[in-house]
């Protein structure tokens, strides 16, 4: 769903993300103090890089930008802060860099189809997300997710 609306829309549901974080608590077999501190670190470390971004950005051009307006999405944030609970921090950071990378590839290999100049990375990231829980799922080595 979230790839659909964010590649249709530009735009996803707030309730979305809600939802996955939910399902999140609900299904990855861990005590939920521990899956709470999972996400906080996860979450921190996005505010973190988030607010790195912007510092860079807003330097770069001499006056305040606004990520939000500029670079980044309100749902991207919220996507990446709602699979928080699925991964350990470093499985976090992999997963963050390597969606990133793939939403490049993805943008640069769909360039002819997709009109907008913007890039619908909470679409991709969710798209990236379901290839790795599906790895994760059929396949027993290296799993990257809590699942």
Request: glycine fraction near 4%; charged fraction near 15%.
């Amino acid at each position: 769903m979230v790839f659909i609306q964010d590649w249709k829309f530009r735009k996803i549901h707030v309730v979305l993300p809600l939802v996955i974080f939910i399902v999140s608590f609900l299904l990855i077999p861990v005590k939920k103090q521990e899956l709470a501190e999972i996400a906080i670190y996860n979450s921190v470390f996005f505010l973190i890089t988030l607010g790195f971004l912007t510092l860079y950005m807003s330097l770069k051009s001499k006056q305040f930008l606004n990520p939000f307006l500029h670079y980044f999405g309100l749902g991207d944030l919220l996507f990446y802060i709602a699979v928080s609970p699925l991964f350990l921090l470093k499985n976090y950071v992999l997963f963050f860099i390597l969606s990133l990378v793939f939403a490049i590839l993805m943008q640069f290999g769909l360039k002819k189809i997709i009109k907008e100049n913007t890039v619908p990375l909470a679409g991709f990231t969710a798209l990236f997300l379901f290839v790795v829980l599906m790895k994760d799922y059929f396949l027993t080595f290296q799993k990257l997710t809590l699942f």
